[in-house]
């Protein structure tokens, strides 16, 4: 069955950085695309990130554009999340998630169980 | 950017039909797709497509979607299904996919 794990959160501090990594299993990782989506506490869901199976299509949430870096390594099915010039409006729980079968658009079909990251001094 | 709008809040006695609405602009003709969030877990999907529901999804969660709004409609409604719910698009003109704020689901 399909199994994300998140790791690398953390507290820090504003202005640092910070790298999330997903470990995905039981499906073809390198046939399907990746989101990080976050839940800030007590609030909705907001996408951050979208990166295409083969790594050539990145889409970004207009609040982390140039501040946030999408990639993955097919090799080691892993997507991470490079987090820079990070804001206290940045903590929330981060999670990895699943694109669906469909080439565009389309569901999050399948969800780690989140990496908490807490920006404060 | 596309905005899709969820009441906060819902509540339903057990054993009666709940329905929670996503209003968007001209949200029929896109897809939209709901996740169920329980507390402290992560989301899970339950109807993709506007109404398709993937494996293991009780046959009681169906949806529908027309015009300005697009409906979660849960049947005989259980304890269990106290939850927040989220509705979802992709919308094509931004390349970006769009979440509403979220419905929490109290079952009476």
């Known amino acids: 069955q399909v199994h994300l794990v998140e790791s690398g959160g953390g507290v820090v501090q504003p202005g640092k950085s910070l790298r999330l990594s997903c470990a995905a299993s039981?499906?073809?990782?390198?046939?399907?695309?990746m989101h990080w989506v976050r839940q800030a506490p007590g609030k909705g869901l907001e996408w951050v990130a979208f990166?295409?199976?083969?790594?050539?299509?990145?889409y970004y949430a207009v609040s982390v554009k140039g501040r946030f870096i999408i990639s993955r390594d097919n090799s080691k099915n892993t997507v991470s999340l490079q987090m820079n010039s990070l804001r206290p409006e940045d903590t929330a729980v981060y999670y990895c998630?699943?694109?669906?079968?469909?080439?565009?658009?389309?569901?999050?079909?399948?969800w780690g169980q989140g990496s908490l990251v807490t920006v404060s001094s | 950017s596309y905005v899709l709008i969820q009441a906060p809040s819902g509540s339903v006695a057990p054993g009666q039909t709940a329905r929670i609405t996503c209003g968007g602009n001209?949200?029929?003709?896109?897809?939209v797709h709901w996740y169920q969030q329980k507390p402290g877990q992560a989301p899970v999907l339950v109807i993709e497509?506007?109404?398709d529901r993937p494996s293991g999804i009780p046959e009681r969660f169906s949806g529908s979607n027309s015009g300005n709004t697009a409906t979660l409609t849960i049947s005989r409604v259980e304890a269990g299904d106290e939850a927040d719910y989220h509705c979802?698009?992709?919308?094509?003109?931004?390349?970006?996919?769009?979440f509403g704020g979220g419905t929490k689901l109290s079952v009476l």
């Open positions: 990166l295409s199976y083969d790594g050539n299509d990145k």
């Open positions: 979802q698009v992709w919308d094509s003109d931004s390349d970006h996919w769009v």
């Open positions: 039981g499906f073809s990782f390198s046939n399907f695309g």
């Open positions: 001209n949200i029929g003709t896109k897809s």
């Open positions: 998630a699943k694109k669906d079968r469909h080439s565009s658009g389309g569901s999050l079909d399948y």
């Open positions: 497509y506007d109404r």
